[in-house]
């Protein structure tokens, strides 16, 4: 009979900068799979994109993500790791909790700090227990041990985990996480050979509608273009920055990300970044941009200098959802909210987030609150997906 205490031993580490963890070892648990030479499935929590936050001073001081990566090491070697930061406010989450924060205050607590394991300022689902091959049980496990013991030991209201997978939700729910579902609106690739592939499976209306849309954007008098990787150059950069300052100031009031930021994207992230852009009498009047992963292209942020009808619908949504079909991407995610999406062939699907808080009787409210709320969300999606445009054979002509 073996002796438990042989058992190895994970000790569990805290950073206050990525610098502090050696770029292969993060990577090793982020992305395991970009050692074939392809893509990362999950872009935003490889090294370089994480460490372009930091150095862009997009987090950190003052910005209220105080970085506290976390890492699993057995054995001499890091077994998992997780993107985890001190949050002095709710902002930039996407799956809010301000409810929770003013019923915590108006009861006399403190919310925040509180602790958060996240992509900032990304609403896209990907692991956030990032683990090697061969080790996702213990390496989740430890994580989430290590994460609420820190969140406990430092009497700190609350520990959430944002856009996980499901199957991570799932896990962190057997072990006493509170697990919620929300939901956003993604376009799935169905093999369509081109555009008109996908119009194909449309109802008539829904179909005539889109290319009326379609056909008065690029009547905007000027020229789209993709930029990708070593396409992309320093002028795109600038006119990206005014149209991201202008929606960011509407959005947030403050922009998240610094300028520095995307001079970062130019030098490290560029072979990870689509951007689509308008050009009208030789300057730039309207862009997005997305990031592209190995089966999903994420759009993240959209701005413009002048509006012309329909122009936001085209670049963000059908340009996105045509450089997913010409390379064979399985679906277009295009960030957080948005009923309007729905017309245009993205549907209602989960997202999923998982939640610790130190006080019993809140922890029991919440839990109240979240069993009313899924059943809502759930209500919703299948509401919502009857009224998508797709094709109902039985029903409607198709001529």
């Not at 029991?364 to 299948?382: H, K, M, S, T």
Request: proline fraction near 4%; charged fraction near 25%.
């Amino acid at each position: 009979m073996s002796d438990p205490t042989d058992a190895p031993t994970i000790a569990i580490s805290m950073h206050g900068s990525l610098s502090q963890i050696a770029p292969e070892d993060w990577d090793a648990c982020a992305c395991p799979e970009v050692a074939d030479g392809g893509r990362a499935h999950d872009p935003f929590t490889t090294y370089r994109f994480l460490k372009a936050f930091e150095d862009s001073r997009s987090v950190g001081a003052g910005t209220g993500w105080d970085p506290r990566y976390m890492t699993a090491e057995m054995d001499g070697q890091i077994i998992a790791c997780t993107p985890l930061y001190a949050k002095s406010h709710s902002q930039g989450e996407y799956i809010f909790d301000h409810n929770w924060a003013n019923a915590w205050e108006r009861a006399g607590g403190r919310y925040y700090p509180k602790l958060q394991i996240a992509v900032p300022f990304t609403p896209a689902t990907g692991r956030r227990f990032l683990t090697r091959p061969g080790f996702e049980v213990e390496g989740m496990s430890a994580l989430v041990q290590g994460a609420v013991q820190v969140a406990s030991e430092n009497q700190l209201s609350s520990l959430h985990v944002t856009f996980c997978t499901e199957a991570e939700a799932i896990a962190g729910e057997r072990v006493g996480l509170l697990r919620r579902r929300t939901q956003q609106y993604h376009w799935e690739n169905r093999g369509y050979a081109d555009f008109d592939g996908f119009l194909g499976d449309l109802s008539s209306r829904k179909r005539k509608t889109i290319r009326k849309e379609r056909e008065r954007a690029q009547a905007f008098g000027g020229t789209i273009h993709h930029f990708t990787g070593d396409q992309i150059k320093p002028d795109h950069w600038d006119a990206f920055w005014e149209f991201y300052q202008d929606t960011g100031a509407r959005k947030w009031g403050t922009p998240y990300l610094t300028r520095k930021f995307f001079d970062i994207a130019q030098e490290h992230l560029r072979d990870d970044i689509l951007l689509v852009l308008a050009e009208r009498d030789g300057a730039w009047v309207a862009g997005a941009l997305n990031v592209i992963g190995r089966d999903t292209l994420y759009g993240r942020y959209w701005g413009c200098t002048e509006d012309h009808p329909c122009l936001h619908f085209e670049l963000c949504y059908y340009q996105a959802m045509d450089y997913a079909i010409a390379h064979d991407l399985s679906r277009v995610e295009a960030g957080a909210q948005g009923e309007h999406k729905l017309a245009r062939g993205y549907l209602p699907v989960y997202t999923h987030s998982l939640h610790w808080i130190r006080d019993p009787g809140f922890t029991e409210a919440i839990a109240r609150y979240l069993e009313a709320e899924a059943e809502a969300v759930d209500q919703d999606i299948e509401v919502l997906t009857s009224y998508g445009p797709f094709r109902k054979v039985t029903t409607e002509d198709d001529q």
